[in-house]
């Protein structure tokens, strides 16, 4: 049965940046922290299609870096304080928020990539030698 029949229709912040499934909205899409689990627990949609690649981490490092640097650049100019003290309140808070970013935003991919049905590019007639390498 289609998936649009048996399951509601789901936006992406109801289930990505929560790390539910894409498909049902209540089964884990995470194993662990950042892996992701091998099929739903509630509607068995296999996870095998999941390939969220380097894309989450771009997005945290434009996020967090141009909210690290305004910081760290407002901190200099408004206090001027010692570089070290600049370093002791940027770098951990820099590293919290690439931590807390990532996993929405993997989650948030992932149900694109779902809800959108993308998948690795396929030549229809399979003939390779017309790609350009």
Do not use: H
């Not at 808070?93 to 992932?110: A, E, M, Q, W």
């Amino acid at each position: 049965m289609d998936d649009l029949m048996r399951y509601p229709t789901l936006t992406v912040g109801q289930t990505g940046m929560k790390g539910k499934c894409p498909r049902c909205g209540r089964g884990r899409l995470f194993s662990s922290f950042l892996t992701t689990a091998d099929k739903c627990e509630r509607c068995d949609l296999d996870f095998a299609f999941i390939d969220s690649g380097d894309g989450p981490a771009v997005f945290v490092i434009f996020i967090v870096g141009f909210l690290a640097v305004v910081g760290v650049l407002m901190t200099e100019v408004m206090f001027t304080p010692p570089i070290w003290l600049n370093m002791m309140i940027w770098m951990p808070l820099t590293l919290f928020l690439c931590l807390i970013f990532l996993r929405p935003l993997k989650g948030l991919l992932i149900a694109q990539q779902y809800q959108r049905k993308a998948a690795e590019g396929i030549l229809q007639d399979g003939d390779r030698s017309k790609d350009v390498q």
